[in-house]
């Protein structure tokens, strides 16, 4: 029975070495995988701050215009 004990434990110090390298790939795909979601994340972060910017520029310009109508509109009364 000695002997069987022995073989068992052979064979799972011949399979450590595989069950580390297939967990070690496992955990660098999934590493890679949430790399890319963090990448695609970020990306569409940027997109959004970019737009963010531009509908602020266009508020501001709309504002800046609404300002002038209305001065234009208070000078139209004042005359009359």
């Known amino acids: 029975m000695d002997w069987l004990h022995k073989t068992k434990h052979k064979d799972e110090e011949n399979s450590y070495p595989e069950k580390k390298i297939e967990d070690s790939d496992s955990l660098q795909n999934k590493i890679n995988a949430q790399q890319e979601h963090l990448d695609s994340i970020s990306k569409?972060?940027?997109?959004?701050?970019?737009?963010?910017?531009?509908?602020?520029?266009?508020?501001?310009?709309?504002?800046?215009?609404?300002?002038?109508?209305?001065?234009?509109?208070?000078?139209?009364?004042?005359?009359?």
């Open 44 to 80: 569409k972060l940027e997109i959004v701050k970019e737009e963010y910017g531009e509908v602020i520029s266009d508020l501001m310009s709309v504002k800046k215009e609404l300002i002038e109508k209305k001065k234009e509109l208070e000078n139209l009364k004042s005359k009359d």
